[in-house]
């Protein structure tokens, strides 16, 4: 039996080299506990050594590219499901295109879990200024990930973002990014973060760029589900917004129409004029 | 007129820009900071950073420069006869919102468009300005959409495309005569041109000079027009046979339907009506079978005789179920091109069943897993265990799908 430690910071490294060297030494599914951040306690702090790596097994990129993205995911059974997988493909040739097998389904659909956290990620952290007076501008966000998905997504952050200082707090894995050095951190409670005027001026964009005679409400939280809202400055506004769109409207429809400013008339003539000129 | 301030501007002035339907951001060229010079990435598809509650994607800081215009367009809230409170932002605020929205990771980037201010020229020099500021002294590689102004100078509209990832010129309405009379002072033939030379240069772009070196960067994302749907009386018909023109002559990315929608202070000359979301919608999903599933604009608006498309079941499922008779196809056996006018079939379910029939047979099971959308396709396909028996010439097939009579209410 093989109890396998898997750190919280690294995850995906060190599952595929112990994937590696176990399928080598051809150890079945059966014999191998995933252990990930410490989980099971002092009772398994005693593991076997791996077995060494003998030789490379080969397993299809596909695969190899699946389990990048699900070593992520939140489901405590991850590892062992992409273990017993791998275990299948040393025989099974084509299982990965066998898009109907309930087992790559399931991984899958884990994997997709995995593109979407990331995805939300990506969109809805939320920097705030930390004015600090150096050189470099320095930011931070506190964010609350379904998944473990700060370390593959913080490179995203770190190419777009490269010209600044900031961190992203979560209570999983904090992810700093300082003079172009990118470094992650154990989790942290949400840190007390200064105001940042900007925000009110992005709510004010929020509010009049949302067009009341369009409302629909359930495309926008499919898309945007509430557990975001508590991080996202603009969400204060929403439900002022839903409340307030028929009266809004209501009052648009009731408007008589209204007659045209006095400055109107002369810029037509103007404009008419010189639109004959053109021709 | 006492000064606007900040906040104040950008609520007039955003207020003003959200009748444009685009807040798209993907498809350009890949860029990054990562060499600290500059602030900004784009990465193929761009990301929604938020979403309003009419459920419309928030990617761009989508912004009129100003609302003060010189045109006399119906159905635009921005008409030179409309009361709307006017305002401007300087190049100054509209490059700091940008930047300061984009570090706190609010937006993909731009959308500026802007009213006719003096002249179609002057306009479009100012819009330029921002554009160039931002890209040369701010150093932003984020995405940038400019609206151009059709009957703006031809070498401004060719500057415009070297600094934004996307330029739009919206057609409007859907026919000439509709331009006309709703927006009397636009030239549809102006825009064609517009749209021409858009196109014209992004070709030249795009091939290699002999020394084998590219043209510069030109509109990477290509150009995207507007159509607004409802405010006039052409069909779905005229309008998708318009698209799919766009589309050819133009090699348009996108052409975006707008339900007309209510502004303040309407004209008389276009009364407000509820949007028509719905067709809005139906007109979307035509627009995709257009482009992605073989159809002919004739096949999808033959099912109605007034040219226009169901409103109560996709077009899709309207098409198969006048063509019954071509039906059911057996998922083992059938070719791409019937697969994918199979109702409930997107085109990723199509390519995992071609990828996972070269191993085995197919069950009814396993198209559910292949995220098939079952109760559309079941009466249209037979697998090795399905077979849909009579359900496929039952005579209330259509009722299936419909949705019962909608209660009506008071608009
Ligand atoms: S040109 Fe017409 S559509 Fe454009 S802002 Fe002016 S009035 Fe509106």
């Given at each position: 039996m093989y109890t396998v430690p898997l750190p919280r910071i690294g995850t995906d490294i060190a599952w595929r080299d112990a994937a590696k060297r176990l399928i080598s030494a051809g150890v079945?599914?059966?014999?191998v506990l995933w252990d990930f951040d410490n989980e099971m306690g002092e009772l398994f702090a005693n593991a076997t050594p791996l077995p060494p790596l003998v030789r490379r097994i080969k397993a299809p990129k596909s695969f190899v590219e699946m389990a990048d993205w699900v070593?992520?995911?939140?489901?405590?059974?991850r590892f062992a499901r992409l273990y017993a997988l791998l275990w299948r493909l040393r025989h099974q040739n084509g299982l990965m295109q066998d898009r109907a097998d309930p087992e790559l389904a399931k991984l899958r659909q884990m994997e997709k879990g995995v593109h979407r956290c990331k995805h939300k990620m990506k969109a809805f952290v939320r920097f705030r200024d930390l004015r600090r007076n150096n050189e470099r501008r320095s930011f931070a966000a506190w964010f609350e990930p379904t998944h473990h998905t700060v370390e593959p997504t913080a490179p995203f952050f770190a190419r777009r973002f490269a010209d600044m200082d900031w961190m992203i707090a979560t209570p999983d894995v904090t992810a700093q990014f300082v003079d172009g050095n990118l470094s992650f951190h154990p989790g942290q409670p949400k840190p007390d973060l200064p105001e940042d005027a900007a925000e009110a001026l992005w709510g004010t964009y929020f509010c009049n760029i949302?067009?009341?005679?369009?409302?629909?409400v359930s495309a926008m939280t499919s898309e945007?589900?509430?557990?975001?809202?508590?991080?996202?400055?603009?969400?204060?506004h929403i439900h002022g917004l839903i409340a307030g769109a028929e009266a809004k409207v209501q009052q648009m429809r009731d408007a008589a129409p209204t007659l045209p400013p006095e400055r109107a008339a002369k810029i037509k003539r103007q404009l008419r004029d010189d639109q004959a000129d053109d021709v | 007129m006492a000064k606007l301030d900040l906040t104040q501007k950008l609520a007039i002035l955003s207020d003003a820009a959200r009748y444009d339907a685009s807040c798209a951001s993907s498809g350009t060229t890949r860029r990054d900071s990562r060499d600290g010079k500059g602030l900004g990435s784009t990465e193929g598809s761009g990301i929604c950073h938020a979403y309003a509650p009419d459920g419309r994607c928030i990617s761009l800081l989508k912004i009129l420069m100003t609302n003060f215009c010189i045109y006399d367009c119906a159905y635009c809230i921005n008409r030179v006869s409309s009361n709307v409170q006017r305002a401007r932002f300087s190049v100054d605020e509209v490059v700091q919102l940008t930047i300061e929205f984009y570090r706190r990771n609010y937006i993909e980037g731009l959308f500026l468009s802007s009213g006719i201010i003096q002249s179609p020229d002057k306009t479009m020099e100012d819009m330029l300005r921002i554009a160039k500021r931002l890209r040369e002294v701010e150093n932003f590689r984020g995405y940038i959409h400019l609206k151009t102004i059709p009957d703006a100078a031809p070498e401004l509209i060719e500057q415009a495309g070297l600094y934004a990832d996307r330029l739009s010129i919206n057609v409007e309405l859907p026919t000439d005569n509709s331009v006309k009379a709703y927006a009397p002072e636009k030239n549809p033939a102006t825009i064609r041109k517009a749209m021409g030379d858009v196109k014209a240069r992004k070709d030249v772009a795009g091939e290699r000079s002999y020394t084998g070196k590219r043209g510069k960067r030109f509109v990477p994302a290509g150009q995207s027009t507007q159509m607004i749907v409802g405010a006039d009386a052409s069909t779905d018909a005229t309008i998708l046979s318009h698209s799919t023109r766009l589309y050819g002559d133009y090699k348009l990315k996108r052409v975006y339907y707008s339900a007309f929608s209510p502004i303040p202070d309407a004209t008389v000359k276009l009364p407000l009506i509820k949007p028509p979301l719905v067709r809005e919608h139906r007109l979307y999903q035509a627009d995709w079978l257009l482009r992605f599933y073989g159809f002919g604009v004739d096949e999808i608006t033959a099912s109605r005789p007034d040219g226009n498309l169901d409103l109560d079941v996709d077009p899709k499922l309207a098409w198969a179920l006048q063509n019954r008779?071509?039906?059911?196809?057996?998922v083992n056996k059938a070719s791409k091109e019937m697969l994918l006018r199979v109702p409930g079939f997107g085109t990723r379910t199509v390519g995992r069943i071609l990828s996972t029939r070269r191993h085995r047979s197919l069950r009814y099971e396993d198209l559910l897993r292949m995220g098939a959308s079952l109760k559309k396709a079941k009466a249209f396909i037979t697998a090795l265990d399905w077979s849909p028996g009579g359900l496929t010439d039952s005579a209330d097939l259509r009722a299936r799908f419909a949705p019962p009579p909608e209660q009506l209410s008071l608009f």
């Open positions: 079945s599914p059966d014999q070593v992520w995911h939140n489901d405590p059974q949302f067009n009341p005679a369009r409302l629909k945007m589900p509430k557990k975001y809202w508590k991080n996202l400055p603009e969400a204060q | 008779a071509g039906f059911p196809v057996n």
